[in-house]
C-alpha cells in the first residue's frame, strides 16, 4: 500500500546498543523528517533531508546518525543508546513544493534499558 | 528560528462545549500554519492547514481556525466538541520559503468528558 512505514513499530535495547530505525515512503516526497516525541516537548526535530544525499541537524541532532541514499529511505540510527533516548520516534515526508503537508508514520516506541 | 507556543497543556471539557486551543507564533514573515491531532495510541493526522487567502479555515470533523496575523496567532475552535474528540492538539508551523523545517508545539492534551 501506498504511505509512509515505520519499522519496529516497538524495540527495546540496552545501553550502549546501535539500533536503527527504518523508515519508507512510496510518494517520492523530497522532503523526509526524523521526529521524537517527549512529555512536556511535543515533537522535535531530529534531522531531516531535502532530498537524497542531502540531510541537515533539527533541533536535537547529538546521538543520532541518519543517511538518506534513496529517496524513499531514511533511517536513524543511535549510533550507541542511552536511556535519554528512550521516546516515541516519528517520521514524516512531504513534496517538495510549496504550500504542502507532512505526512506522518505510525511510530517507533524505543526503550532503552 | 521560528517557534510556536501551545499555552494550554491540558484542556477539560464536557461534551457539547465549546473549545478554543491558543497558538502563537514567532516569525515575521510569511508562514504556513497547521494543526495536527493524535488520538490516543496512534500517528498525528491534519486537522487543517493555512497557507495564504481566507484566514479562517476550516478543517475535518466540525474543527477551524482563524489566521490572526498581528496577533501572530492561529487559534484552533470547535463549537460542540464530542467524546471522540479526546486526544493531543499539536500547532505547526513552516516557513514559506527557504527553510522547510516544520516546527511544532508543545502540545494540548484535550480530555472530553461524557
Known amino acids: 500500500d501506498a504511505g509512509i512505514t515505520q519499522s519496529p513499530r516497538y524495540k527495546i535495547t540496552e545501553t550502549g546498543r546501535q539500533v536503527t530505525l527504518m523508515c519508507h515512503q512510496t510518494?517520492?516526497?523530497?522532503?523526509m523528517f526524523w521526529y521524537r516525541q517527549d512529555l512536556g516537548h511535543g515533537l522535535r526535530l531530529i534531522y531531516y533531508s531535502a532530498a537524497a544525499d542531502i540531510t541537515d541537524k533539527g533541533e536535537v541532532p547529538d546521538g543520532y546518525v541518519v543517511s538518506r541514499s534513496k529517496t524513499e529511505n531514511f533511517p536513524l540510527t543511535l549510533e550507541s543508546a542511552t536511556r535519554s533516548q528512550t521516546s516515541v520516534y516519528f517520521c514524516?515526508?512531504?513534496?517538495?513544493?510549496?504550500?504542502?503537508?507532512?505526512?506522518f508514520g505510525q511510530g517507533t516506541r524505543l526503550t532503552v534499558v | 528560528a521560528q517557534s510556536v507556543s501551545q499555552h494550554n497543556h491540558h484542556v477539560i471539557l464536557s461534551e457539547a462545549a465549546s473549545l478554543e486551543l491558543g497558538c502563537n507564533y514567532s516569525y515575521g514573515g510569511t508562514v504556513n500554519l497547521f494543526w495536527y491531532v493524535q488520538y490516543p495510541g496512534q500517528h498525528l493526522q491534519l486537522l487543517l492547514k493555512y497557507f495564504s487567502g481566507d484566514p479562517l479555515v476550516k478543517g475535518i470533523k466540525g474543527f477551524e481556525a482563524e489566521f490572526i496575523k498581528s496577533k501572530f496567532s492561529f487559534n484552533l475552535r470547535k463549537p460542540s466538541v464530542q467524546w471522540s474528540d479526546t486526544a493531543e492538539y499539536f500547532c505547526?508551523?513552516?516557513?514559506?520559503?527557504?527553510?522547510?523545517?516544520?516546527?511544532f508545539g508543545t502540545g494540548t492534551r484535550l480530555t472530553i468528558i461524557p
Open positions: 505547526a508551523v513552516t516557513l514559506n520559503f527557504g527553510n522547510e523545517k516544520l516546527t
Open positions: 510518494w517520492s516526497h523530497s522532503y
Open positions: 514524516a515526508s512531504r513534496p517538495g513544493t510549496a504550500n504542502t503537508e507532512a505526512f
